[in-house]
């Protein structure tokens, strides 16, 4: 239930300043109003709405440097977990890398997007087991939740950066070059915030732009 409010709020549907009525949701997920409550207050944990009281929840302030601030935490998580999996990944680990690499250049000329990013899930989802850090793993996508599925799916079918910066990751996983395999990877995930606001402008969702710094 919770991702799903999450989408309507990043897809522009719910606005910041909106009240979330309740039995509406309800009725478009098809649960009761308890659930509904439930992922209402999760989404109040992660700053998504703000609850105020006798009145209900309402969608929080989202700005732009919001969406660089989680890109920032995602690219320093994300290339700290890279950095040890250049100390620790295995020639098997390396192999399903080139594998998915593989199955990347197939799926780009047949033109399957959902393919593409369910291929750019996988190849990042490799590099964190091979960090072997189950805690760090678990803050990165703690902070990826914050984003709806669909945008990271957007992101992995930018074909062009994909199959640019993949290789260069796996070389330095490849030659166990921490430092460049953190750095790779913190640039892969931080240029990706810029996108991510396009495509927020072009869902309409910041429409006073008077309130964005």
């Known amino acids: ?123 990042h989802r490799e590099i964190n087991l091979a960090a072997d850090s189950n805690r760090l793993a678990l803050l990165l996508a703690g902070v990826v939740r914050h984003m709806p599925n669909r945008f990271y799916a957007s992101l992995e079918s930018r074909v062009s950066s994909t199959r640019e910066q993949h290789p260069l990751i796996v070389d330095a996983l490849r030659k166990r070059s921490t430092r460049k395999a953190r750095a790779l990877m913190e640039e892969h995930i931080t240029e990706s915030a810029d996108y991510v606001i396009e495509m927020l402008e072009q869902s309409g969702f910041w429409d006073d732009e008077a309130t964005e710094p």
Do not use: C
Request: aromatic share 8%; no cysteine; hydrophobic share 45%.
């Open 1 to 123: 239930m919770a991702s799903y409010v999450r989408e309507q709020i990043m897809s522009g549907r719910f606005k910041p300043g909106d009240f979330l009525r309740m039995e509406p949701i309800a009725e478009a997920v098809g649960v009761s109003n308890t659930p509904v409550r439930e992922g209402l207050l999760t989404l109040h944990n992660e700053g998504f709405v703000q609850l105020v009281p006798r009145r209900g929840f309402v969608v929080a302030p989202f700005t732009r440097q919001d969406v660089r601030d989680l890109f920032w935490a995602q690219a320093k998580l994300a290339g700290e977990l890279a950095a040890r999996a250049a100390k620790n990944i295995t020639q098997a680990q390396l192999s399903i890398l080139e594998s998915i690499m593989e199955q990347l250049e197939k799926a780009v000329e047949v033109g399957d997007k959902n393919l593409i990013a369910d291929l750019g899930h996988a190849f």
